[in-house]
């Protein structure tokens, strides 16, 4: 029972970072109909971010993340003025293979300033940790947890309560109409672009504290696996977005737990590719809509 | 501004009303054209419409009427010619800023925002009306409540002209037809334009809808004071609603005037409307 308990609750605890980058993608994909395959790496430049802000400069952990947020943003919108805006006519398929540049881009960009030895997180070291029913949990997992639920909420809040929003979801149903209707779809995907790295880099707090360890290609992995998410949930969906990143959480630690540590990985993409048999779209995609 | 001019009943071209007479026209297109390729979608079209003004804008299929209501908003980018709202030229402008500039438009086949509220398809059009930041809105100062609670009114207002506040929490989607065609009607409207461009809006309505949308655009110039500029194929509501008609064929303007002047055109007769009584 305890070794369930504790694997039920390190699986929400990944799969809330998961969540929190699956948005990003998923965000991205509903509003601007791209794949950003840099959005993984941004992770990574949070991360680090956060270890110059305390590590050299001396600044408090919390300070460091809020840096991390506001480097990540500015990152992820000069990544769209610099790289994707220019091809918003092109066909998807040079926007993705940009996306995989800008990608290969910061992780060798990391790799320079960094160089390749691996870097501790130094963050929430004094955290205490809880026991609840019999497991010991980590605080960290519970502030991550917490966290996640609140962002959830706020951004729920965001796309349905406030005009941008409101513009967001207008984009991404009818980008012609909603350009008629007097809404700038380049300020609504700049927002996007913000919000979804901010994501990423509050994402890349909580793995830093739960790995530990940082390299110039942490954001590839766990970005691939947030993608899966985002896929699995239905891409360009944000409750799909945030369901997605809680059950391949859930799936990849109990399949640690209960198969096989070795087979998790591909456990977590078989049950994706099962999903998508039933349902093309994903657990909570719409029916896409191509134009003619 | 050199192209200001005032309107002359009779004289301007599609001013066919007393009372517009001496005001500046709201829309002033000036030999606007466009290619595609080799073809000349849209010639010379020369049109002047007065600040309260109903206009036709009638012809065949694929004469260019709707390529004109995507050059007015800037859909396409015209290769000849110029726009003048209310004096201002719309040269190099976006899609966004002719709409805070004051075109409102429908579409041929709805548009709306199917999978948000009827409200919010409404809200969603005044985006440049309601006044807050975006940090205003992730912080919810008191700004953001004031500003969304007098959006949420304007849109309920416009929505209860039409006689539709009651399905204000209604998925967009889920309205029936007519109840789509007029939902764009007021979405367009929450743009606060000063030219509403229609685009066929009777289009697969019966009779009744018809005529209570010949009604509702009469009650939108008076209630609103705009300009109304409408692609339309039922001569019904063309005549009985537009005081100017501008007829288009192959692009190019074959006749203008008052509906009776159009009724009595030899050359509209064989282009459009003599076609039109054979079936």
Redesign the interface.
Known sequence: MTVFIRTLISGLNLGSIYALIALGYSMVYGIARMLNFAHGDIIMVGAYSGIVAVMSIGLPPIVGILLGVIVCALLGITIERLAYKPLRQAPSLSILITAIGVSYLLQNLALIIFGPEQKAYPMFSGVKSFQILGAKIDGITILTLAVTACIMI?LN??IN???????M??VS??K??????????DRTIT?TFAIGSALAAIASAFYGATYVYILPTTGSMPGIKAFTAAVFGGIGSIPGAMLGGIVLGLIEQFAKQYISTLWSNAIVFGVLIIVLLVKPTGLMG?TIQEKV | MANKVKLVPGKSPNLFTERDAGKMPVLECIHLGIDFGGLHAVQDFDVAIGPTEITGLIGPNGAGKTTIFNLLTKVYEATSGTVLLNGIDLKGMTTPQVCKMGIGRTFQNIRLFNNMSVLDNVKAAMNHTIDYGFATGILRLPKYAREEKLGTEKAMELLSIFDMQDEAGDRAGSLPYGEQRRLEIVRALATEPKLLLLDEPAAGMNPAETTELMENIRKIRDRFEIAIFLIEHDMNLVMNVCEGICVLNFGQIIAKGTPEQIQNNPEVIEAYLGKKKEN
């Open positions: 706020g809040l965001f309560k406030t005009k941008i929003g409101k513009a979801r207008a149903e009818d012609g109409a909603a350009e008629l209707m007097g809404i700038s779809t927002v719409k």
